[in-house]
């Protein structure tokens, strides 16, 4: 019987002739946790028993008092005057840990000096120190008869209970979250991109600015953001070394502690309810920020 012309192809010289590839079935990959289903459930069974639940519980508290009397709690001389205190000495704070906690990062992970172990170490002792403890300490030394206040005070410069005493100690607890989140970056970033750039001309504040300080901005942000939101609601090391006068030395937690002891439930939920706003915008607006600068050095 003879195959049609069309049918048989005669094989080109040099190359074997093409049989159809069979895929086989992919399988579905495998998933080491459960479900998306699932883990989202047991995600927001739990933020809303940590977080949700007791946040509504406050808001909903304090609006009972209507707007009127919410307004009259939270605008009163006295918490106008902690609230700015709070986050004004918070904001202070967390940029003073931003420029000194980077220096703190960039001299642990690039130089190599004796006891750099007991000093990358020591980093960490706001994370494992009582508040309490710390806020005595720092009293004790900036106090006028203290080992550092004996000398500050004849140059008429007086740390604790003042102001300047809040940012000492929110800076204090606030540095590990700088120097932490800039570690790993800065251990993972290769020092052959500064090699190029010096090759190439650029100065060393060249190189810093325009090839490491890009990199560094995403972790540097939530550094800062860390350290703002611990210092807005930092309690046992203030308390000590602020001195507590009302109009002047007095932080928001300690106010709404104040109310608390007053039996004065709703006014202590109304001034939450105002710092727990603040910082949530604030937070958000530095995230959006931290977002933009990835995405810039991303696309670079």
């Not at 172990?117 to 009293?139: C, K, M, Q, S, Y």
């Not at 502690?257 to 603040?278: C, F, P, R, S, W």
């Amino acid at each position: 019987m003879a195959i049609p012309a069309a049918e048989f192809k005669t094989p080109t010289p040099g190359r074997l002739p093409q049989r159809p590839v069979q895929r086989l079935p992919q399988r579905p990959a495998r998933r080491i946790l459960p479900g998306f289903g699932l883990t989202l459930g047991f995600t927001m069974v739990y933020l809303s028993l940590l977080v949700l639940i007791p946040l509504s519980a406050v808001f909903i508290r304090s609006f009972g008092l209507g707007w009127g009397h919410f307004w009259e709690a939270v605008s009163t001389p006295r918490v106008l005057a902690s609230l700015r205190l709070s986050f004004g000495a918070s904001l202070i704070a967390a940029l003073i840990n931003a420029v000194f906690g980077l220096m703190v990062a960039w001299v642990l992970v690039r130089y190599t000096f004796p006891f750099k172990r007991l000093i990358d170490a020591a980093v960490d002792l706001p994370f494992a120190l009582p508040t309490a403890v710390a806020g005595i300490a720092l009293t004790a030394l900036y106090a006028p008869n203290g080992w550092l206040g004996m000398w500050l005070q004849p140059l008429g410069i007086k740390v604790a209970f003042t102001p300047l005493g809040i940012v000492v100690a929110m800076t204090f607890i606030g540095l590990p979250f700088v120097v932490r989140t800039l570690q790993p970056v800065l251990e993972d970033l290769d020092s052959e991109v500064e090699n190029a750039a010096a090759t190439l001309g650029a100065s060393g504040a060249q190189t810093f600015v325009r090839v490491i300080l890009p990199a560094l901005w995403p972790p540097l942000l939530t550094g800062f953001a860390l350290a703002f939101a611990r210092a807005v609601g930092e309690y046992g090391s203030v308390i000590f070394i602020a001195g507590n006068m009302p109009m002047k030395s007095e932080i928001a937690p300690l106010l709404i502690i104040t109310k608390l002891e007053q039996y004065d439930y709703a006014g202590a939920t109304a001034i939450a309810v105002v710092m727990l706003v603040l910082s949530f915008t604030l937070m958000l607006g530095i995230n959006a920020l931290q977002s933009w600068a990835s995405s810039r050095h991303g696309g670079r």
